[in-house]
């Protein structure tokens, strides 16, 4: 099933139904490089950074719980191939599900989601230094925060897309009312999964305007943005990477 919110329906429809031009789950060898972060705490964040030949945008990748930049070893190499420069950070909120998280083994301990916030905005002050459209992308918990941290900065963000978001950052539905002050695009997803799905539909649902979209997978489907990863969702994840991007070409074209 597919949940489809304002942008041109045809166009995503049409992308979703023929292959996609990059190749398997990596797309082609692509260098990354270190790149260093410091949060207003004192904080070093550390990040890959994998560079678009002739960028369209900047892409911030935002991990899960328990999870690394690690997160997007073979998405970051895809979106780079696609055009947009991708720059993934490991949170403090986080562990070594996919690979080493390198600054919660520099503090020594992993965090509440709410602090990991300022790991975001430091991401976000950078991006907004290339010069380029800003698109900030989360998983789970961090799902959560792109929201946040697009309203509480609707100068730097040009777009969200927000993997399992759900509302994990307290009492209220903070998440939702950070939604509703949004105008910018937004895409949602989830897993197939009945509250995943009915998380992610309230979240959208609080966005003003027609610029959203939420896509539920036909097949497959697992938590954050593992959704794009072959070995995580075999049965989905070329489906789920072309609605991605038909949600890309929608809101920074690369020609």
Same mark, same amino acid.
């Given at each position: 099933?597919?949940?489809?919110?304002?942008?041109?329906?045809?166009?995503?429809?049409?992308?979703?139904?023929?292959?996609?031009?990059?190749?398997?789950?990596?797309?082609?060898?692509?260098?990354?490089?270190?790149?260093?972060?410091?949060?207003? @705490?004192?904080?070093?964040?550390?990040?890959?950074?994998?560079?678009?030949?002739?960028?369209?945008?900047?892409?911030?990748?935002?991990?899960?719980?328990?999870?690394?930049?690690?997160?997007?070893? *073979?998405?970051?190499?895809?979106?780079?191939?696609?055009?947009?420069?991708?720059?993934?950070? @490991?949170?403090?909120?986080?562990? @070594?599900?996919?690979?080493?998280?390198?600054?919660?083994?520099?503090?020594?301990?992993? *965090?509440?989601?709410?602090?990991?916030?300022?790991?975001?905005?430091?991401?976000?002050?950078?991006?907004? *230094?290339?010069?380029?459209?800003?698109?900030?992308?989360?998983?789970?918990?961090?799902?959560?925060?792109?929201?946040?941290?697009?309203?509480?900065?609707?100068?730097?963000?040009?777009?969200?897309?927000?993997?399992?978001?759900?509302?994990?950052?307290?009492?209220?539905?903070?998440?939702?009312?950070?939604?509703?002050?949004?105008?910018?695009?937004?895409?949602?997803?989830?897993?197939?999964?009945?509250?995943?799905?009915?998380?992610?539909?309230?979240?959208?649902?609080?966005?003003?305007?027609?610029?959203?979209?939420?896509?539920?997978?036909?097949?497959?489907?697992?938590?954050?943005?593992?959704?794009?990863?072959?070995?995580?969702?075999?049965?989905?994840?070329?489906?789920?990477?072309?609605?991605?991007?038909?949600?890309?070409?929608?809101?920074?074209? *690369?020609?």
């Amino acid at each position: 099933m597919r949940i489809l919110l304002g942008l041109t329906l045809g166009l995503l429809l049409a992308a979703c139904d023929r292959p996609s031009g990059a190749q398997a789950d990596t797309g082609p060898a692509l260098p990354r490089e270190p790149n260093m972060l410091k949060t207003y @705490d004192g904080t070093s964040i550390a990040g890959w950074l994998y560079k678009a030949a002739k960028p369209k945008a900047v892409i911030l990748l935002f991990h899960q719980a328990g999870s690394s930049k690690d997160e997007y070893g *073979t998405i970051a190499p895809r979106l780079a191939a696609m055009g947009y420069t991708a720059y993934a950070i @490991d949170q403090r909120s986080g562990g @070594d599900l996919f690979g080493d998280n390198s600054t919660v083994h520099r503090t020594g301990k992993s *965090t509440g989601f709410l602090e990991a916030r300022q790991d975001l905005e430091a991401a976000l002050a950078w991006g907004r *230094t290339q010069g380029l459209p800003v698109i900030v992308w989360g998983s789970s918990y961090s799902a959560a925060l792109v929201f946040e941290v697009a309203a509480d900065n609707p100068a730097s963000v040009d777009a969200v897309m927000a993997f399992s978001p759900g509302e994990y950052l307290g009492e209220g539905n903070p998440v939702a009312k950070a939604a509703a002050r949004l105008r910018v695009p937004v895409y949602v997803t989830s897993a197939k999964d009945p509250k995943e799905i009915a998380a992610a539909k309230a979240i959208l649902a609080a966005v003003p305007g027609p610029r959203k979209v939420q896509y539920v997978p036909d097949a497959g489907g697992t938590h954050g943005s593992s959704t794009l990863i072959k070995d995580k969702d075999p049965a989905g994840y070329e489906a789920n990477w072309r609605a991605v991007e038909a949600f890309l070409r929608q809101v920074a074209p *690369t020609g």
